[in-house]
């Protein structure tokens, strides 16, 4: 699955550590998020999308293999 979080974050001026604050984790599950190591929840990828204001196909878009 790809993702848009790093992007995001960099616009929105988040570390990684924040952004994970915001929404509740650790700041490595950003990262493996980030790196497409790990597929959050759905609530976890709804609180993300309320974060950036957008909605979670926005930031997140299925790929073939997924």
């Given at each position: ?53 957008q909605s979670v196909n926005e930031l997140f878009q299925l790929e073939e293999n997924?």
């Amino acid at each position: 699955m790809k993702n848009t979080l790093k992007i995001q974050r960099a616009i929105h001026s988040l570390t990684q550590e924040e952004l994970a604050n915001k929404v509740g984790v650790s700041r490595q599950t950003i990262n493996s998020i980030e790196k497409g190591k790990y597929i959050p929840s759905t609530s976890l990828a709804l609180k993300i999308s309320l974060v950036f204001c957008q909605s979670v196909n926005e930031l997140f878009q299925l790929e073939e293999n997924d």
